[in-house]
């Protein structure tokens, strides 16, 4: 087996991310770009898109990291708002953009009609969710949105396979595919429900960092497996085992959290990069399978099917968005006011990734009697021209979308409420501090709730920075130099290697969490 594709895959896919990082050009659409144009360049090996390797190996840690990084209280406050887009939405849009693809795609017959439904149903909603950061969208819209990336996979496979029961001539009726879909749903959450409490009774009785971290790793794809094993939702188990963890990590020791978070952090970098210069990477394979479908013709059909899923999405999201609310007093209580610019984001951001592809590419090439599968390598080309075609339009229009509607990024209550419980807390007589030390605490608060506003505000006219930026630059040198001070210690033999170790770690550990601190901030 050669291995220098995959190597080469992974380094390149990694330096062009590293390389986004630097430009104005989210990561994603940069990968992508780049995948398409080196598909052409001599000497750049064929890579095909295999839905028993993206399914299994690469959704379930996209997917844990996601959601281990996502809030269980904030899903569960907007929990009908996330069902409606990752159920509902999706089992719309599968029907919606089906019957639109049918009546206007000409030779292509309503069963492959429904399947490329099904396909192009999910949005990958943590490519949105990543961009939106980066400008200051909202915390709500974005829960919501992270919400809905996290379930709909699940909804759309589970549709796909109703889709192609049907196309193939299985004889799946509405009520067996019903009754599918809801196996699915649940069996996939009773797995997680039955998991999670033992695998976060391991995570915090096991002593070695090392053994924490390979079981941290091993999670997602027991989660995934174990679910499909009995034919229910890998996606949701996953999902359900990962929202527990991440809202128990607290009770994990902090070694342990700061070296998985390292740990992961470095997987989804590679996993992520490597995904989106695969979608890239498709282009010649799609093209040379349209077979009798001119280019011209295909083009055309891309263009119907691209503006019906953008189309479909916003004829579900504005009446998904008021509707419930001008049905339910209960709703409009409990809820706050949401006026047209959240579903207009919400709405926009509805990019398709890699889950799509991989389904696409998981068609069968027959039918049950032998017959090849109607306008196969159609609904292929569609899915890839949707996908490059929602990365491109909308992943680089949101932000200056995000920036022209100048949505609210500030929480002033929320900053409040910080105030507050600190004052409250060092009222108590058992939370007594010098008074240095409080002023320390308040004075952390402070900094921390006004970096966005530091970060946006004057910079100093000789280097350009802001007054948040110098800090932490200071910060930065001052371990800096504490490091030199304490290897020079060692140089003179006044310290050993092993007290070197000691004080270099804790010195890691403070930068690590400055460094973390930093990278988290707006």
């Given at each position: 087996m050669d291995v220098l594709p995959l190597v080469g895959l992974v380094a390149a896919s990694a330096a062009v991310a590293g390389?986004?990082?630097?430009?104005?050009?989210p990561a994603p659409l940069l990968l992508v770009t780049v995948g398409l144009i080196a598909s052409y360049l001599p000497g750049v090996p064929t890579y095909t898109l295999d839905a028993h390797i993206v399914l299994p190996l690469l959704?379930?840690?996209?997917?844990?990291?996601a959601a281990v990084d996502s809030s269980y209280l904030d899903l569960r406050a907007n929990l009908r708002s996330v069902a409606l887009l990752s159920i509902g939405y999706v089992l719309f849009a599968t029907v919606a953009v089906g019957w639109l693809a049918y009546r206007l795609v000409p030779d292509l017959p309503l069963t492959a009609a429904l399947v490329l439904g099904a396909v192009v149903a999910p949005p990958d909603a943590v490519t949105a969710a990543a961009i939106a950061r980066r400008v200051g969208l909202p915390g709500r819209v974005t829960t919501v949105l992270q919400g809905e990336s996290l379930v709909n996979d699940a909804t759309a496979i589970t549709a796909y396979k109703v889709a192609i029961a049907a196309a193939v001539g299985e004889g799946m009726s509405w009520g067996a595919g019903i009754g599918e879909f809801f196996l699915a749903a649940v069996g996939g959450v009773v797995v997680g429900l039955a998991l999670m409490v033992p695998l976060h009774w391991l995570r915090t009785h096991l002593r070695e960092a090392l053994l924490?971290?390979?079981l941290s790793l091993l999670i997602p794809f027991v989660a995934y497996a174990a679910a499909e094993r009995v034919h229910a939702s890998g996606v949701l188990a996953v999902v359900v085992v990962a929202l527990y963890l991440g809202h128990r990590s607290w009770q994990v020791d902090f070694a342990t959290r700061l070296q998985e978070g390292a740990v992961?952090?470095?997987v989804a970098f590679i996993l992520e990069s490597a995904v989106f210069a695969l979608i890239g990477l498709q282009l010649p394979f799609v093209l040379k399978g349209l077979g009798s479908y001119a280019v011209g013709d295909a083009a055309r059909y891309a263009v119907i099917v691209f503006l019906a899923v953008v189309v479909v999405r916003f004829v579900w999201v504005y009446p998904a968005t008021y509707l419930p609310r001008w049905l339910s007093r209960r709703i409009r209580e409990r809820e706050p006011d949401t006026d047209w610019t959240a579903p207009l984001i919400v709405g926009w951001a509805g990019m398709r990734g890699v889950v799509s592809l991989a389904i696409a590419f998981s068609i069968p090439f027959t039918m049950s009697d032998g017959s090849p599968f109607p306008a196969r390598n159609l609904v292929l080309f569609l899915t890839f021209t949707t996908v490059i075609g929602t990365l491109v339009v909308q992943g680089l229009s949101l932000p200056l979308l995000v920036r022209v509607l100048k949505l609210p990024g500030r929480d002033a209550k929320a900053e409040t409420l910080a105030e507050a419980r600190l004052e409250?807390?060092?009222a108590d007589r058992r939370n007594q501090l010098p008074g240095p030390l409080a002023d320390r605490l308040r004075t952390v608060l402070e900094r921390r709730r006004n970096a966005v506003w530091e970060r946006l505000g004057a910079a100093n006219p000789v280097t350009g920075e802001s007054a948040?930026?110098?800090y932490?630059?200071?910060a930065r040198e001052m371990i800096d130099a504490e490091r030199e001070v304490f290897v020079t210690l060692r140089d003179e033999r006044r310290i050993d290697d092993e007290m070197l170790r000691t004080l270099l770690r804790r010195l890691d550990l403070e930068e690590a969490a400055a460094y973390r601190e930093e990278s988290d901030a707006p």
């Open positions: 390389a986004a990082r630097r430009t104005p050009v959704l379930p840690p996209l997917l844990y990291t924490q971290n390979t992961w952090k470095m409250e807390l060092l948040d930026d110098t932490r630059r200071l």
